[in-house]
């Protein structure tokens, strides 16, 4: 048994099973995959794999129970490596974010200033992506941290922090009709073409289900995955823009004006989240402990243990 073998387990359950992409994944050739899984299986004594001619259809009982310890195997070899980073270099090392985009452009700015005063030497990396797509990342351990407000607090595998918590709020161009209304309601949104985000991002879900239990439905004549599109858009004159409230800025956005409709949403709540058994290493900490002061070492370390299986009978 060896690591290589353990990797094309985990890569084959990850891409579907689709030896072609494991074998482009792992640099490696088609045959050498198929040679590893059956030297694996002929090693253990079981079949890892539900099979249909050479093709791989999906894992069989004991291959799911292997891929858990798989898993775990994996990460617990990285945490040795960052184990000695940590003692080697105390100051040096990478950092991998997965957010969103109006994390990285409305959240994180000042967050990412301090920390790059404290860890010069640190290379920061700020993916943006989709909630599901930061779920992978750090589900497949590609990032050390995932900030969001959708999704990554639901998964098992994560231990998810508040972040913080913000409201929607809408901007319309200077004069427009919704700055004279004394009281904002969802019918007098509903009278103007609307501009917010794409499904799936940014409280976009709260959104459409405050919309439908009013039994109203608003025309959204575009969508888009970040604010300062939106605010573009609404410039321009296509619709009225619901935005995260903490994405206008007076300064910059002189030419909108913002309405308050806090009343009308629920407020939403962004989460930070880490995978459970992942070692940190000190500058981890240190970047959580500045996004939230509860974040101590301690919390992070006993909210991040593994989940311990009950591997009891009756």
């Given at each position: ?23 482009n ?11 590893h ?33 798989v898993?775990r195997?994996?990460?617990?070899t ?11 270099n ?13 994390q990285?452009?409305y ?24 909630p ?9 351990g590609?990032?050390d941290?995932?900030i ?7 998964v098992p ?16 161009p ?9 009281k904002?309601?969802?019918?007098s ?6 501009v ?17 239990e009013?039994?109203?439905?608003p ?7 970040d ?14 823009g ?5 994405a ?7 030419s ?14 962004t989460y930070?989240?880490?995978r459970r ?14 996004a939230?002061p509860e ?6 370390r ?12 009756d």
């Amino acid at each position: 048994m060896n690591f290589q073998q353990l990797r094309i387990v985990k890569e084959a359950a990850r891409r579907d099973f689709n030896l072609t992409e494991v074998s482009n994944a792992l640099f490696t050739s088609q045959s050498g995959v198929s040679k590893h899984i059956r030297d694996l299986e002929d090693e253990l004594g079981i079949e890892i794999f539900v099979r249909k001619g050479k093709r791989l259809l999906g894992l069989t009982e004991p291959g799911k129970e292997l891929l858990a310890l798989v898993e775990r195997v994996l990460l617990d070899t990285r945490n040795i490596k960052e184990l000695a980073e940590r003692y080697h270099n105390v100051d040096h090392g990478q950092l991998t974010i997965a957010t969103t985009h109006t994390q990285a452009r409305y959240a994180l700015p000042k967050i990412v200033t301090a920390f790059k005063q404290a860890y010069p030497k640190v290379h920061l990396t700020l993916h943006q992506g989709s909630p599901k797509e930061i779920v992978e990342l750090l589900r497949d351990g590609q990032a050390d941290i995932g900030i969001a407000t959708e999704t990554i607090s639901d998964v098992p595998e994560f231990a998810a922090f508040p972040f913080y918590s913000w409201y929607h709020t809408v901007v319309v161009p200077k004069g427009h009709p919704l700055e004279d209304l004394k009281k904002i309601t969802l019918e007098s949104l509903i009278d103007y073409p609307i501009v917010t985000y794409h499904e799936g991002f940014t409280g976009r879900g709260k959104i459409d289900q405050t919309f439908a239990e009013a039994g109203l439905s608003p025309d959204i004549v575009m969508s888009a995955l970040d604010a300062d599109v939106i605010k573009t858009y609404v410039e321009l004159g296509l619709g009225i823009g619901i935005i995260a409230s903490m994405a206008y800025q007076p300064q910059r956005d002189q030419s909108l004006h913002q309405v308050d409709i806090s009343h009308l949403f629920p407020g939403n709540t962004t989460y930070i989240a880490l995978r459970r058994g992942q070692y940190l290493r000190g500058y981890v900490h240190h970047f959580l402990h500045l996004a939230s002061p509860e974040l101590t070492e301690q919390r992070i370390r006993e909210a991040t243990a593994p989940i311990q299986e009950d591997n009891t009978r009756d």
